[in-house]
């Protein structure tokens, strides 16, 4: 069974950073096209940023772009979603997913294997 599993979360002030994590196991790591995703309470899913096979091309929702960043180490089994500029509007719980269905997709059903979740609270 393919495991995604998140961490860095926490309580950061407005204009902080966080870095997430996410650890795959039980798959091949480097054939997962991965994907950050994040919900606040009462609020839909929705995409955050995703990264290619490779790690050589990412894309990013227009509410992070410039402030986050997605990366991925293929040797640690291991992607990144580095957030400066931190606000609250950024509080949520942010999942890390992974599929190798499709190449680069904003679409949430398109992913396949998902994260338990790790929560991040910006205090204003």
């Known amino acids: 069974q393919v495991q995604l599993v998140e961490s860095g979360g926490g309580l950061v002030p407005a204009g902080g950073s966080l870095r997430l994590s996410c650890t795959v196991s039980?798959?091949?790591?480097?054939?997962?096209?991965l994907g950050w995703f994040r919900q606040a309470p009462g609020n839909e899913r929705e995409f955050v940023a995703a990264?290619?096979?490779?790690?050589?091309?990412?894309i990013y929702a227009d509410s992070v772009k410039g402030r986050f960043t997605i990366s991925r180490d293929n040797a640690k089994n291991t992607a990144y979603l580095q957030m400066d500029s931190l606000n609250p509007e950024d509080t949520a719980e942010y999942y890390c997913a992974a599929q190798a269905r499709y190449y680069l997709t904003r679409l949430a059903n398109e992913y396949n294997y998902w994260g338990q979740g790790t929560r991040v609270a910006v205090s204003s």
């Open positions: 039980g798959g091949t790591f480097s054939s997962y096209v």
């Open positions: 990264i290619r096979r490779s790690g050589s091309y990412t």
